[in-house]
Nanobody, 117 residues
Framework: QVQLEESGGGLAQAGGSLTLSCVAS????????MGWYRQAPGKQRELVAT?????????NYADSVVGRFTISRDNGKKTVVLQMNNLKPEDTAVYYC?????????WGKGTLVTVSS
């Protein structure tokens, strides 16, 4: 059984930075996509960024975070990291770590990010 545990959320000012980390327990593979989604109050959960590590990293970002957020992955440590720079108030949300393990979805419990203006 795979479990995901996030850390690193908190409060930041607009223009500031935060780093989110997610550690997976259990057996995962570099080809299994991992990433981050977020859900703001009253809104649907949305993709933030995903990463697949094969011969090279394949990443995918939401348009709203391109140029500001960077996703990275360490398969040896079973971690995925989201570096968030130039934060905006609209980035305020609960951020969820995500893993697609051979078609089965796994989610962390979420970590709250609040960006003040």
């Amino acid at each position: 059984q795979v479990q995901l545990e996030e850390s690193g959320g908190g409060l930041a000012q607009a223009g500031g930075s935060l780093t989110l980390s997610c550690v997976a327990s259990g057996s995962i593979f570099s080809i299994n996509p991992m990433g981050w989604y977020r859900q703001a109050p009253g809104k649907q959960r949305e993709l933030v960024a995903t990463i697949i590590r094969g011969n090279g990293d394949r990443t995918n970002y939401a348009d709203s975070v391109v140029g500001r957020f960077t996703i990275s992955r360490d398969n040896g440590k079973k971690t995925v990291v989201l570096q968030m720079n130039n934060l905006k108030p609209e980035d305020t949300a609960v951020y969820y770590c995500y893993l697609d393990r051979w078609g089965s979805d796994y989610w962390g419990k979420g970590t709250l990010v609040t960006v003040s203006s």
